[in-house]
């Protein structure tokens, strides 16, 4: 019998963006992709892998105007791009659907005749604020209001036309998403904090594609869940297995809250008093009372279930990182020293008492080049495989000449 294969974590990024020619402004792509810092080199022939509809001379190079990301699966960023690229077409605009099986005649046919119509002619250039308004229209419809969505602008004047188009039609858009004004133009911070998803990070090359930003967190989980005896569920009072159940931590680093899915993700959504919702976006902490959000907690959820290999080596990474930095320290304020404050034979050691390595006991798959790849990730372009897998390059994408 054919195995079937295993699900994949949630992607640690994923975006939808907005390019323009530098040289033409009128120039316009719609994309996605988990990696903006390699995909657009490769728009500009820098490095192989770049859509054909990007790889004219006399539009490049390419801008990343803009990037709306937050989105947790490859799917769902594809989906959202799909609808960008052909608003006419998609139902999440209001039109009508041309891939309806079952189109009315009347649509095809004309009402004094009763001849066929005519096909439609190809779809007029877009322009950008049209490309905004479908933008915006698609923020507010009800399949992506509630996605955890930000909206990332890397160029002034694109952002001002946004905010012109937003002011004219009135478009609030809802609380969970975010609009974040980022580039050189734009943001005063030079840097994102490591917690902040929503700080400005001064250009696409600093943005943060891999699990970094929940390494801390996952440290976390995974040992807390290692001997989960004295656990229980903040909700329903009962033990907790996470071998046979699938088992939330909260995010917070001081709170040690654990909780069964289904009993959070059921609190949360009645909080909302919105019997509609299928998923919540955040809620309150049953154990240390802050709000969490539901995203982030389903990211470390499933790389915890779905891929323990990648988990192991975020966590060995970390370790080697932390001994790199303190190796450093040593050099300038000199050895640690070696006196060790004795303890009672009868007291426990705590979570704080175990060093880096803790987890080295398990068995981890050698990461020896990992190193080597990283030396190598600015100059070597990725194998085709993974551009077709990772990357959408539709034939009939957005562009405009």
Known sequence: MEEFEKPKPIPAYYCCY?????????SLYIGSTPNPIRRLPQHNGVAKGGAKRTARDKLRPWEMT??????????GALQFEWAWQHPERSRHLGSEDDLDPKPRAKANTNAKTGKPKPKPKARARRSLVAHLEDLLSLLRSSHFSSWPLRVRFFCADVYRAWRAWNDRVDGHLPPNIKVVLDGDNLATVPTAKKDDENAPVGSINNLSIDYTRIEDYLEKSMFMLEDPEDLQCTVCKTSISPDQEQIVVCPH?????????LCLSTKFLDATHKPDLLMPTQGIC?????????VTMMRELNLRNRGEKEARTILKKKEKRARK???VVETFSGPRSSTIEPRSLSEEPSQDDLGPNWFEEVDIDSDSDFEGRQKNRSTRPPSRLEIVIEDSDWDDAELIE
């Open 18 to 26: 907005l390019l323009r020619s530098t040289v033409r402004h009128a």
């Open 66 to 75: 803009l990037v709306v990301e937050g989105f947790t699966s490859r799917v």
């Open 253 to 261: 680093p001081n709170c040690r809250g654990t909780s069964h899915l």
């Open 286 to 294: 049953p154990s240390c009372g802050n709000t969490v959000q539901w």
């Open 325 to 327: 930095e303190s190796a």
